[in-house]
C-alpha cells in the first residue's frame, strides 16, 4: 500500500485507540487505494464558491 | 376453494388478498403452506435466521377470525411478510445490533402488522457479525443473491414469504431483487420511516418493500408509507394511492434515458443486460411512451459521492463498536471502518456538496421527462467462487446503476427485464421524481406485465 495512506491510517486508528486487524491492511489494499483516488476525482468538479451542501434551517429541529 | 394454476407459496401478495378477502383461502392455511416450503427448501437457502413460526400461525389465525366476521384490514390482511434483520421485530433480536438497543417494532414492521400482514420471521443480511451461511440464489445455488438484503432476495423469490421489508443504502433493495428475479421498490427518502432500522448511513438509509411483482410492492408500500414522528427524516407529504397506478397504460409517459452516463458504464456492464434493458426501453416505447436522451453532467460523480458519504456516515454510527467490529466483524463492516476513517471532512462535505449539485440537474431533467431508465445491476448474479469479501465495495467505488439514486433520494423501481445465457434473471430500473412512486408503479407494471418475465420460477 501507498505509505503515506498506509501511515495515516495508521496514525487515524491510533487517535481513536484501535487497531486494524492482522493483515487487514495488505487485504484491503487495493480498495483503499481505489477509494483514495477517487476521492481525488470527487474534488476535480468544478463547483461554484455558492454551491452548498444541503443547508441548515434555524427554524426546523430534529424532532 | 377452487384450483390454483400453482402451489399456495407462489401466490402473489395481489392473488392471494383476493382469495382471502373473498374467504376462498384461510391465512392460516397460506401460512402453513409458506412455513411448510421454509422446511423443504431454506436448508438449501439460508434465508432465514429467526423463524417464528409459531406466533406466524397465532397472527393467521387472529388474521383469519377478523375476515370471517368482515373486519378485512386491506391487501396486506393474513399476507405471510419476513424482513431484513435490519429492522427492528419485537420478539426478534436484531443479530445485526451488538451494541445498540432495538426499538421493539421498527414503525414499518408495526404498520404491516397493523395492515393485518402475518410476520414470519427476520432474513438474513450480508456482513452479518458472525457471518452465517450467506443466502443462495434460488435461480442457481452456486450464485449470490446480492446484497445487503440477501435474504430478503432469496426468501421471496423461492416462495419463503410473499413479500419482504430491505433496506438500500447503496443498491441493497435494487441489487438483491435483480439477481432473484424479482421486485424492489426504493421509495423516495423520507417516504418510509426509518425509525427501528439499524443504521449504516442516516441521510442514505432507505426501507422499502421487496415482492414477486410490481403489484405487489405497490400494496406493500401502501402500508408502510407516511409521517412518523419518531423519525425525522420522515417526510410530511400525504402518501399517494400507489394502487390506483396499477393499470397497464403508459400512454403520455416520457422516459429519460441517461445514454452517456450509460455508456461510460458499459465497460463493466455485461452486454446481455445492456441488450436486455433497451429491449425492455423499447418494449416501453412501443406501448406509447415517449423515449427521450437526457443528460446528467455530474452523474458519474454520484456513485463515488454516495460512498463518501457512506463511509463516513457508518464510521460515526459505529464508532463506538469499532474496536469489536475490528477484532471480530465482518471483512465489509472492517473495510467500511478504515475507509471512513480516511474520509476527511473537506471530502464528506465536497460529496454533500455534489449531492446538491446532482440533485439541481435531476430537477431540472424531471422537467421535461416523468422517469428515467436505465440498468439495474452490472451483470448477472456472480458465482460465490467469482466474489471475493469485499467485492460490493469496489461496486460502491466506481461509477454505477445505484449510489446516485440513494444520494438524491429519487424513487426508484427495479422490475425483471429477462435473464441470461445461463438462465440468471435481469432487471431494468426506473427512477422518478421525489414523491412519485405512482409513474414508476405504473410504467413498471405495464411492462411487466406486456414483458411476462415475473410469470418464470427458479428451478428450486
Redesign the interface.
Known amino acids: 500500500m501507498d505509505k503515506l ?1 498506509e501511515q ?2 495508521t496514525a ?2 491510533a487517535r ?6 492482522e493483515g ?1 491492511l495488505q ?2 489494499e ?3 487505494e ?3 483516488s ?2 481525488k ?3 476535480s ?1 468544478n ?1 461554484g464558491a455558492e ?4 443547508v441548515f434551517h434555524p427554524e426546523r ?3 | 376453494m377452487a384450483a390454483l394454476d400453482k402451489p399456495l407459496h407462489y401466490l402473489t401478495i395481489h392473488e392471494a388478498q383476493k382469495l382471502i378477502q373473498s374467504r376462498a383461502l384461510s391465512p392460516v392455511e397460506l401460512a402453513r403452506a409458506v412455513l411448510e416450503r421454509i422446511q423443504a427448501v431454506d436448508g438449501k437457502l439460508h434465508a432465514y435466521i429467526h423463524l417464528m413460526a409459531e406466533s406466524a400461525l397465532a397472527e393467521a389465525r387472529v388474521a383469519e377470525a377478523e375476515v370471517i366476521r368482515g373486519d378485512w384490514r386491506g391487501p396486506m390482511h393474513g399476507i405471510p411478510v419476513a424482513v431484513k434483520d435490519q429492522l427492528d421485530v419485537e420478539g426478534a433480536a436484531a443479530r445485526i445490533r451488538q451494541f445498540t438497543k432495538g426499538v421493539g417494532d421498527a414503525t414499518a414492521v408495526r404498520r404491516l402488522r397493523d395492515a393485518g400482514a402475518v410476520m414470519m420471521g427476520k432474513l438474513a443480511m450480508s456482513s452479518m457479525p458472525d457471518e452465517p451461511p450467506p443466502p443462495r440464489n434460488p435461480w442457481n445455488l452456486e450464485h449470490v443473491t446480492g446484497g445487503s438484503s440477501t435474504g430478503s432476495g432469496a426468501a421471496v423469490s423461492a416462495g419463503l414469504c410473499l413479500g419482504s421489508l430491505g433496506e438500500d443504502t447503496a443498491g441493497s433493495i435494487r441489487n438483491p431483487s435483480a439477481f432473484c428475479g424479482i421486485a424492489g421498490l426504493k421509495a423516495t427518502y423520507g417516504r418510509v420511516s426509518r425509525y427501528g432500522l439499524a443504521p449504516l448511513s442516516w441521510s442514505l438509509d432507505h426501507c422499502g418493500p421487496m415482492a414477486r411483482v410490481v403489484e405487489d410492492t405497490a400494496h406493500m408500500l401502501q402500508a408502510i408509507a407516511g409521517h412518523d414522528p419518531k423519525d425525522p427524516t420522515s417526510s410530511t407529504a400525504p402518501a399517494a394511492d400507489y394502487a390506483s397506478a396499477l393499470r397497464e397504460d403508459v400512454r403520455g409517459i416520457v422516459i429519460g434515458v441517461p445514454r452517456a452516463y450509460i455508456e461510460e458504464c458499459a465497460p463493466r456492464t455485461d452486454p446481455i443486460v445492456l441488450k436486455l434493458v433497451e429491449n425492455a426501453i423499447a418494449e416501453l416505447k412501443s406501448l406509447g411512451a415517449r423515449v427521450e436522451e437526457v443528460k446528467v453532467p455530474t452523474l458519474s460523480l454520484g456513485t463515488i459521492a454516495n460512498a463518501v458519504i457512506y463511509y463516513n456516515e457508518f464510521w460515526a454510527a459505529h464508532k463506538s463498536s469499532a474496536a469489536w467490529v475490528l477484532k471480530h466483524g465482518a471483512a465489509q463492516r472492517r473495510a467500511r471502518i478504515y475507509l471512513g476513517l480516511l474520509t476527511g471532512s473537506a471530502d464528506y462535505i465536497q460529496a454533500q456538496r455534489v449531492r446538491s449539485r446532482l440533485r439541481e440537474e435531476f430537477a431540472e431533467v424531471f422537467r421535461t421527462v416523468d422517469c428515467l431508465a436505465l440498468p439495474c445491476q452490472a451483470g448477472p448474479a456472480p458465482r460465490f467462487t467469482d466474489m471475493g469479501p469485499i467485492d460490493t465495495l469496489f461496486k460502491h467505488v466506481v461509477a454505477e446503476y445505484h449510489g446516485p439514486f440513494n444520494l438524491t433520494g429519487l424513487p426508484t423501481l427495479s422490475v425483471p427485464c429477462g435473464f441470461s445465457e445461463n438462465n440468471l434473471p435481469i432487471a431494468l430500473q426506473l427512477v422518478g421524481k421525489p414523491f412519485d412512486e405512482p409513474t414508476i408503479v405504473r410504467a413498471g407494471y405495464t411492462y411487466q406485465q406486456r414483458a411476462g418475465w415475473h410469470v418464470k420460477r427458479p428451478p428450486i
Open positions: 495512506i495515516s491510517l487515524l486508528l481513536e485507540g484501535l487497531e486494524p486487524k487487514d487485504q484491503f487495493k480498495i483503499i481505489l477509494y483514495m477517487t476521492l476525482t470527487l474534488h468538479v463547483l454551491e452548498l451542501a444541503p429541529t430534529a424532532k
